[in-house]
């Protein structure tokens, strides 16, 4: 095993190397950009949610002083080549891939779908563009649901599918179903419905595109999770080499999964570049960014749960309809990562997953922290449910089901191990912080005086990266690659394709690579953001603490390596006697002996050493992920109900988490914290509307509804580690984990607050009006 | 289109405006003060937050002629030399932030709010500030960061 | 979304505010605090030929009692209103409300005739004006005139303001010795519109109420003013069991909207408990300004 440097940085809460600017000002985000000559775009949209395209007249907007192109759906298809969302394109989703236009050509498929970009000297000028365009519509019946997508008479959004199923129809069985099934002491049936939600990052999407004509250059600056995947989304798409195209991104304004590739609306913008000569800027307003950048979450799950009288869920049958709009891009993939997550951190004995995918009449599906997390939500409803059917406590339920710590680990129906799996220790964790026989005693006395407090818990676990698995297809995010360097001046400079988005890389990974190094934190520099200089990567599926963290600590040493090597011509001594400490090479135990990192790295740059001394002070380094791991962990909610209005307080939230080795506290406690966020937003105020017309209803801020301060507790977090898994590298992932767990925490708590009503709930959105529907309806039934 | 002069962190600036200009994009495209951020544009997120007069207010909902004669501070005001400010610094040792876009209207805001309530509790920060999101953090790294500053501002 | 075009007025006078509402009547748009008119204009839900900022009229700013009567200039910002002792002493259930009209941003520029002018049903103004038979002053070329707040809302968005006229001033009436007031509404989140609101107010001499002021926010496209509850409570003595009847009466007639927010049904559910707990705060309250 080899020697851990002393750990000065990692597992401390370093603060920001970001902050100074962030906290100033100083941010640069895509819209704080200005090019000489720059127009600005804004888009023609339809009010409608499935129409046929007659005409577009573009006249008057043409004429309107100040706007310097209209450009159309046909107009747009002369000058780019037709594909499939880039992302799509890269994971290669299963199922027929409709190819569409970047903007609507013949027909318009849901409310917002671009049908004509207005280039202007201002976006308040572009606007007035956008209200001249003439657009003929010819309705069509809207597929306004996936009931209605599933129905063989619903018009076709997409001619050359012949129907409405995007997603391929697919059974899979693991481990005797049947069997299981037949054998049970009871199976249970239940219909559960997880609501249409969706990103919402701060900073909406937005671009600026600028091609250079002298040397065939496009520029992109960008607001994107991987500087790569745009850049070749936009090669592709308008036919240009990609070494000709240049993806920048300096600070972006959140994501959460919804700015990965390049959207249409972004193509379009960066082909209307090149046509004009010009650069051109699109920022989505927070309208377009609700109703046309994409939702998620829109999910109806069949389940049928074979059970014994004790409470062992001995199988589950799964059968899930995705409704994934108009445009499919994630929605097609996302049941089989289900699929493959559903057995949990649980010893399911069978599993069979049917899934299908719709389209309908609704902006895309795409995805959102933790896109499969709905298979959490299923799981831990189901053990809720049974537990109340079968009289059990709900972390008895759980711990009876969990699958134990045992060497080999045990393996999910599905295949994957739980190596490192801690949600025994997270439950009984959760046990100890919240008491429950208190709590139940004080639920007890308070509903005798007409107060409705709850008490719900999830558990859960999440691939951050995931197990080591010689099974898994390799793709491009199977290795991660760095490159380090010593700059002249001493600088210890990582290059990474990770794209921060607030996940804090430019401190985390100094730390590391600052502590394996040895030089202080801020000798070190992360550069993201050029498409040109960083190797390839993708910030998403909560794998950089492993992944980028891996490459950075075995690329450090491997930097320190060569730098030893090289000052061993230096200084006298051999390499293996040489150390770096606070920015110094020197020979162990000989202070004297001490020169600066910089002062080597000076002399490497001379040039004044033989052909056969590397004075080469840079690594190329990859990392495939170590042993991997699973993130993980239970949640518990205290919330009290008014059962006269229907509004829910969360009185306390507690979250025991294991996602290994911390890099920086602070850093992954926000993680939980903003993930946890989301997920009681998803329950209590946010949902993406539509009417059964296929009207939008969620287009501001005041019918979207987000959190506030006043809505989200101090949510108070434990960490566990596990015995680390790998020697070097234990950092496991947290991007995702609050998100998944928070909603079926939530739910249950509230179930838990209206059991005295028997209420039982089937749905993860929750808002006051529903919960007073919820209570009459089972007074009635 | 009319010009207007407005004292922007002290300084005279004038501008030649649109009267349907928001205050939010006059401060970030004319003045090129882009710390300002624009999230919503219909006056809910509070990412626009500026100072004037004195008073914490949506500058995208105000029209940048409004502001004429006033007196606007934005972000880059409240520390012109470089040097963070005391809330700034316990946001900063705090972790009160991720991406960074809410940040200069939280900064306005709890500076606006800190300055007429440095007593404030925990409780009154949130509703302070439960007109600023954050789509990050789940708020409490902020709310810990604006206690800081006030604890420390009555250590003195 | 960016504004559209519109030319624009700034009057320094309110003559001239007139004269040029007199001149482009329904074509134009009057800018108060802005946090309404500025998103719908954001929106482009609104479109005027014309917008008259009045922001320059500082003789329509100020808090001034005389007869019993507290008067409100229109332009009167939302925090100066909050932070007027004469609001807290005269006009408590103002004062109630006010904390709950958005965030402090918001109350930064929104004034007290803006939001009585722009009278959008699901606000907190509307109703308290409504609750205490405020007067609404409102002045043309022909000179003033004055509506009572029973006539003032006509219907969505909609007031007896004519096109060429220009509010100036409302006015409450002092509360009087013994009234206790309660503003409430459920919202979705601290700050927003309400879903179901209630402005409520009673008057207790002795052991009987004198006087009860009921009014709704959110129920109906105009705030809605709960007379025969009123007429119930007055005369009788505190009681939750009174107050349970009084509920059930100001309920009975409402026919709120359906929205994204709640049902009909939700809305007069929610209604009726706000009567409640709002009269029982009120009561409370009555007590302490014996």
Same mark, same amino acid.
């Given at each position: 095993m080899a020697q851990i440097a002393a750990e000065r940085y990692t597992g401390a809460s370093i603060k920001r190397s970001e902050d100074p600017r962030i906290l100033t000002g100083g941010g640069r985000y895509v819209d704080d950009i200005k090019l000489p000559g720059m127009l600005h775009a804004a888009f023609v949209r339809s009010p409608l949610p499935h129409a046929r395209v007659a005409a577009v007249d573009v006249t008057a907007a043409q004429a309107l002083p100040g706007v310097v192109a209209v450009l159309t759906g046909a107009d747009l298809a002369a000058i780019t080549i037709p594909g499939p969302d880039p992302l799509l394109a890269m994971m290669g989703g299963g199922g027929p891939m409709p190819e569409y236009s970047l903007l609507a050509t013949d027909k318009v498929r849901f409310v917002g779908d671009p049908v004509a970009v207005v280039i202007a000297d201002s976006r308040y000028l572009a606007e007035d563009g956008c209200d001249l365009v003439e657009v003929s519509y010819e309705d069509l019946p809207p597929v306004a649901s996936a009931a209605v997508a599933l129905d063989a008479g619903s018009t076709p959004l997409f001619a050359n599918l012949g129907d409405n199923i995007v997603g391929p129809h697919k059974r899979n069985e693991f481990g005797d179903v049947a069997g299981t099934f037949a054998a049970a002491d009871r199976v249970s049936e239940f219909r559960i419905d997880v609501?249409?939600?969706?990103?919402?990052?701060?900073?909406? +999407?937005?671009?600026?595109?600028?091609?250079?004509?002298?040397?065939?250059?496009?520029?992109?600056?960008?607001?994107?999770q991987s500087v790569h995947v745009t850049r070749l989304g936009v090669a592709m798409r308008l036919g240009i080499e990609p070494d000709k195209v240049r993806v920048l991104a300096g600070d972006i304004g959140?994501?959460?999964?919804?700015?990965?590739?390049?959207?249409?609306?972004?193509?379009?913008?960066?082909?209307?570049? +090149?046509?004009?000569?010009?650069?051109?800027?699109?920022?989505? =307003?927070?309208?377009?960014?609700?109703?046309?950048?994409?939702?998620?979450?829109?999910?109806?799950?069949?389940?049928?749960?074979?059970?014994?009288? =004790?409470? =062992?869920?001995?199988?589950?049958?799964?059968?899930?309809?995705? =409704?994934?709009?108009?445009?499919?891009?994630?929605?097609?993939?996302?049941?089989?990562?289900?699929?493959?997550?559903?057995?949990?951190?649980y010893k399911l004995g069978a599993l069979g997953f049917e899934s299908m995918a719709v389209a309908t009449n609704k902006a895309s599906y795409v995805a959102y922290r933790g896109p499969w997390a709905s298979e959490t939500f299923v799981r831990e409803r189901v053990l809720d449910l049974l537990a109340s059917d079968l009289g059990l406590d709900p972390v008895a339920i759980r711990l009876r089901n969990a699958a134990p710590r045992t060497d080999p680990p045990a393996t999910m129906i599905t295949g994957r191990p739980l190596v490192g799996v801690t949600t025994t220790e997270s439950l009984e964790r959760v046990a100890e912080l919240v008491d429950f026989p208190a709590f139940r005693r004080r639920q007890a006395d308070l509903r005798a005086r007409g107060r409705y407090l709850g008490i719900g818990l999830a558990t859960f676990i999440e691939a951050a990266p995931g197990p080591r698995s010689s099974d898994e297809p390799q793709g491009p995010m199977a290795l991660e690659s760095m490159r380090l360097r010593l700059e002249n001046d001493g600088i210890v400079t990582l290059f990474t394709g990770q794209m921060p988005h607030g996940q804090s890389h430019q401190t985390t990974l100094a730390q590391i690579a600052a502590d394996e190094f040895g030089v202080p934190f801020e000798q070190v520099r992360v550069v993201v953001g050029d498409s040109d200089v960083v190797p390839f990567g993708l910030t998403g599926g909560s794998r950089s603490a492993t992944m980028t963290g891996g490459v950075a600590l075995h690329g450090a040493r491997q930097l320190k390596v060569k730098v030893l090597d090289f000052a061993s011509h230096l200084m006298e001594a051999s390499a293996r006697d040489l150390e770096i400490t606070d920015g110094k090479v020197l020979v162990r135990g000989d202070p004297a002996s001490a020169i600066t990192v910089e002062e080597v790295a000076r002399q490497a740059a001379t040039g004044q050493f033989a052909a056969d001394v590397d004075t080469n002070l840079a690594v190329e380094a990859t990392f495939d992920?170590?042993?991997g791991g699973w993130s993980g962990g239970t949640h518990c909610a205290i919330i009290e109900v008014d059962v006269e209005t229907g509004l829910v307080n969360v009185e306390r939230y507690v979250a025991v988490e294991d996602c290994g080795a911390l890099i920086n506290p602070a850093v992954v406690e926000g993680q939980i914290r903003g993930g946890v966020a989301q997920g009681i937003g998803a329950v209590l105020l946010e949902r993406s509307a539509y009417d059964e017309d296929g009207n939008y209803q969620s287009a501001t801020f005041m019918d979207y509804l987000l959190p506030t301060a006043c809505d989200i507790p101090r949510i108070e977090i434990e960490h566990l580690e596990t015995v680390p898994l790998d020697a070097d590298v234990n950092f496991r992932g947290v991007g995702e984990g609050g998100m998944i767990v928070a909603p079926p925490t939530m739910v249950s708590a509230i179930e838990d607050a209206l059991a005295p009503f028997g209420v039982r709930i089937y749905e993860q959105h929750l808002p006051p009006a529903r919960i007073l529907e919820l209570i009459e309806a089972a007074g009635r039934g | 289109m009319p010009d207007i002069t407005v004292s922007?962190?002290?300084?005279?600036?004038?501008?030649?405006?649109?009267?349907?200009?928001?205050?939010?994009?006059f401060l970030r495209e004319d003045l090129d003060l882009t710390g300002t951020h624009v999230g919503c544009e219909h006056g809910v997120c509070g990412a626009c937050t500026v100072i004037v007069d004195g008073r914490p207010t949506r500058s995208c909902l105000m029209l940048a002629v409004q502001a004429a004669g006033s007196e606007v501070t934005t972000i880059e005001g409240l520390a012109p030399d470089g040097t963070l400010g005391a809330l700034q610094q316990a946001m900063w040792d705090s972790h009160s932030f991720q991406c960074g876009f809410c940040t200069p209207g939280f900064v306005m805001q709890a500076t606006a709010f800190l300055s007429a309530h440095p007593d404030a509790d925990e409780q009154q920060i949130r509703e302070a500030l439960s007109g600023n999101i954050c789509r990050c953090t789940g708020y409490q790294s902020i709310i810990d960061g604006v206690l800081l500053a006030a604890e420390r501002g009555r250590q003195g | 979304?960016?504004?559209?075009?519109?030319?624009?007025?700034?009057?320094?006078?309110?003559?001239?505010?007139?004269?040029?509402?007199?001149?482009?009547?329904?074509?134009?748009?009057?800018?108060?605090?802005?946090?309404?008119?500025?998103?719908?204009?954001?929106?482009?839900?609104?479109?005027?030929?014309?917008?008259?900022? /009045?922001?320059?009229?500082?003789?329509?700013?100020?808090?001034?009692?005389?007869?019993?009567?507290?008067?409100?200039?229109?332009?009167?910002?939302?925090?100066?209103?909050?932070?007027?002792?004469?609001?807290?002493?005269?006009?408590?259930?103002?004062?109630?409300?006010?904390?709950?009209?958005?965030?402090?941003?918001?109350?930064?520029?929104?004034? /007290?005739? *803006?939001?009585?002018?722009?009278?959008?049903?699901?606000?907190?103004?509307?109703?308290?004006?409504?609750?205490?038979?405020?007067?609404?002053?409102?002045?043309?070329?022909?000179?003033?005139?004055?509506?009572?707040? *029973?006539?003032?809302?006509?219907?969505?968005?909609?007031?007896a303001r004519s096109a060429d006229e220009i509010l100036v001033e409302v006015r409450f009436p002092a509360a009087a010795r013994g009234t206790g007031v309660c503003f409430q509404e459920v919202a979705r989140r601290h700050g927003d519109f309400a879903i179901v609101g209630l402005a409520a107010s009673l008057t207790v001499a002795g052991s009987s109420i004198t006087d009860a002021r009921l009014a709704f926010a959110g129920v109906s496209d105009v705030p809605v003013r709960a007379a025969d509850a009123?007429?119930?409570?007055?005369?009788?003595?505190?009681?939750?069991?009174?107050?349970?009847?009084?509920?059930?009466?100001?309920?009975?007639?409402?026919?709120?909207?359906?929205?994204?927010?709640?049902?009909?049904?939700?809305?007069?559910?929610?209604?009726?408990?706000?009567?409640?707990?709002?009269l029982q705060a009120a009561a409370d309250n009555a007590d302490e300004r014996q």
């Open positions: 609501h249409r939600h969706q990103n919402v990052p701060m900073e909406g +999407r937005a671009c600026v595109a600028s091609h250079d004509a002298g040397s065939g250059v496009l520029t992109v600056y960008a607001a994107t959140g994501s959460f999964g919804l700015k990965i590739g390049a959207s249409r609306e972004e193509l379009a913008v960066a082909a209307a570049s +090149r046509a004009l000569g010009r650069p051109v800027k699109w920022v989505e =307003d927070r309208g377009e960014n609700l109703t046309a950048s994409g939702q998620a979450r829109e999910e109806s799950f069949d389940v049928r749960a074979a059970v014994s009288d =004790d409470g =062992d869920l001995l199988g589950l049958d799964v059968k899930v309809v995705v =409704d994934t709009g108009a445009y499919p891009v994630m929605g097609t993939m996302v049941p089989s990562i289900m699929e493959a997550m559903l057995p949990g951190p992920g170590g042993e | 922007v962190n002290g300084a005279a600036r004038t501008g030649s405006v649109e009267a349907r200009k928001t205050l939010a994009d | 979304m960016k504004l559209p075009y519109f030319e624009y007025e700034a009057p320094a006078t309110v003559a001239e505010a007139v004269e040029l509402l007199t001149k482009h009547q329904d074509e134009a748009s009057v800018l108060a605090g802005g946090q309404s008119l500025i998103p719908l204009l954001a929106l482009r839900l609104a479109r005027p030929a014309m917008v008259i900022d /009045i922001n320059g009229l500082d003789e329509l700013s100020g808090v001034s009692v005389t007869d019993g009567r507290v008067a409100i200039g229109a332009m009167t910002r939302d925090y100066a209103a909050e932070e007027s002792d004469a609001v807290a002493d005269a006009v408590p259930l103002l004062a109630a409300a006010l904390p709950f009209i958005g965030h402090e941003a918001i109350r930064s520029r929104g004034t /007290i005739g *803006g939001s009585l002018a722009h009278a959008d049903p699901a606000a907190e103004l509307p109703a308290v004006a409504l609750a205490l038979d405020a007067e609404f002053v409102v002045r043309s070329q022909s000179g003033d005139r004055v509506i009572p707040a *029973g006539e003032w809302f006509e219907g969505y968005l909609t007031t009123e007429q119930l409570l007055v005369g009788q003595a505190p009681s939750a069991d009174l107050f349970a009847a009084a509920a059930t009466r100001a309920t009975a007639d409402l026919d709120p909207p359906a929205d994204l927010h709640g049902s009909p049904d939700y809305r007069r559910k929610v209604a009726a408990a706000l009567v409640r707990r709002g």
